[in-house]
């Protein structure tokens, strides 16, 4: 138990839907990270939120949205879904960038 | 050719062996990471390495920065340890921004 959450747990949609995935990080964590995770590959890199702030990007069109909130809740945001979207999305939480600590993911479909 | 590689893909054990994965990464890091994923996606931080070596429970992992190589080694195998075990590194300049492998599948049978 990481003290990490996230909802849904599943998630169906049909491409060119607007989704939005939420994390509710561990008490006092400052900081979160997004993650898509295809079918059998490792996790890739979405964003990062520290402070509120973005604190770097991975490989992911603007299309991929996120916010942190100050009650150490955050959001994903994916418009425009595309079938390629499909993949878990874990979120993962930490304290001034250090040991990240991992939700147990929301696997989207996209039909 | 990824910057994270990890060997074996899938490594297939009887309860009681002594398992090893490796993982080897081609660019500089700040921290190098075990993880562990069970069916179900659910991934919990193993360790969080710089340097040396680090024991917890049955679990042991390695690094040589020289080398860009670490590895983890389980004692004792037992089914329950049957997961995904993943490396993931931090690079020089991206903190907190984990680059993964792609995964080592691990089967323990009783």
């Known amino acids: 138990e990481t003290g990490v959450t996230q909802s849904p747990t599943h998630l169906i949609k049909t491409r060119g839907q607007q989704v939005t995935l939420r994390c509710s990080s561990q008490?006092?964590?400052?900081?979160v990270s997004w993650y898509q995770q295809a079918l059998g590959q490792g996790p890739q890199f979405i964003f990062q939120?520290?402070?509120?702030?973005?604190?770097g990007r991975g490989n992911f069109p603007p299309r991929f949205s996120g916010l942190q909130f100050p009650n150490y809740s955050s959001e994903l945001n994916v418009n425009a879904l595309e079938l390629d979207d499909s993949a878990l999305y874990l979120c993962?939480?930490?304290?001034?960038?250090?040991?990240?600590?991992f939700g147990p993911g929301t696997r989207l479909t996209v039909l | 050719k990824n910057e994270v590689e990890q060997s074996p893909q899938n490594l297939t054990a009887q309860e009681g062996e002594f398992i090893t994965i490796n993982c080897s990464y081609s660019?500089?890091?700040?921290?190098l990471h075990w993880l562990q994923q069970h069916p179900g996606g659910g991934i919990v931080s193993l360790f969080m390495l710089s340097s040396g070596k680090k024991k917890h429970g049955r679990l042991i992992a390695t690094i040589n920065i020289q080398e860009k190589h670490s590895s983890l080694h389980i004692t004792a195998s037992h089914p329950r340890d049957s997961a995904v075990y993943i490396c993931?590194?931090?690079?020089?300049?991206?903190?907190?921004?984990?680059?993964f492998g792609q995964g080592t599948i691990l089967t323990v049978h009783p």
């Open positions: 993962a939480s930490s304290l001034d960038l250090n040991t990240q600590y």
């Open positions: 993931a590194v931090e690079g020089g300049t991206s903190y907190g921004k984990l680059t």
């Open positions: 660019v500089g890091i700040s921290a």
């Open positions: 939120y520290y402070r509120e702030e973005e604190n």
């Open positions: 008490s006092g964590h400052n900081t």
